[in-house]
């Protein structure tokens, strides 16, 4: 691919992708903080949830943009076998959800994903092709994932059965189910 072109450059696409990114940034501290005053499991999965799905409306913006600018203009400019064997390969790691075993603490895969959202402002800043960025999109969401699990097993080995014991029940269930739901998409 052609790395004389980059959509990155398009000063509204900057702009909206730079303001996207500061707002996670602030959903990332903030879930720090619900983790560091111990707040409900629920309420931490449901921020992370939350922070999921703002990365997965940042991907949907790069995604495009990339396409209609940088996979057009390579495939335009004579690139189009390793334009589209890029986005092939783009998508398969974006769609891709690794496995991936848990060892590093909530803190540790906050750090990184911190370490990720500078990565994401480099790139802006080096004006660098959305696929790099689509790619860190991608290892943050399995950061999440891998925090989500761990919040998760917590909650349901420490807290489920002592708050159904509590009561009221429908509403603990309810709850869950919809905190489930929400980890799902």
């Known amino acids: 691919m052609t790395n004389n072109f980059a959509c990155t450059e398009q000063p509204e696409f900057r702009k909206n992708l730079i303001s ?3 707002r996670i940034d602030g959903q990332i501290r903030g879930i720090e903080r619900m983790i560091k005053n111990h707040q409900k499991c629920d309420d931490i999965l449901n921020q992370i949830s939350s922070v ?3 990365l997965n409306g940042v991907a949907k913006v790069v995604l495009e943009v990339h396409i209609r600018n940088c996979v057009v203009h390579d495939i335009k400019t004579g690139s189009e076998n390793e334009a589209i064997s890029n986005l092939i390969d783009t998508l398969n790691n974006f769609i891709h959800k690794p496995n991936k075993n848990l060892k590093d603490n909530n803190e540790d895969i906050i750090k990184k994903i911190e370490k990720q959202i500078e ?3 480099t790139c802006l800043d080096k004006n660098q092709c959305c696929s790099s960025i689509l790619k860190i999109v991608t290892s943050i969401k399995g950061e999440l994932n891998s925090m989500a699990k761990v919040i998760l097993e917590q909650h349901v080995k420490n807290c489920l ?4 014991i509590a009561g009221p029940e429908d509403k603990i269930i309810d709850d869950f ?3 489930i739901n929400k980890m799902m998409k």
């Open 119 to 121: 990565n994401i402002r």
């Open 161 to 164: 059965a002592n708050d159904i």
């Open 20 to 22: 996207r990114i500061n």
């Open 177 to 179: 189910l919809y905190t």
């Open 52 to 54: 999921k799905s703002a």
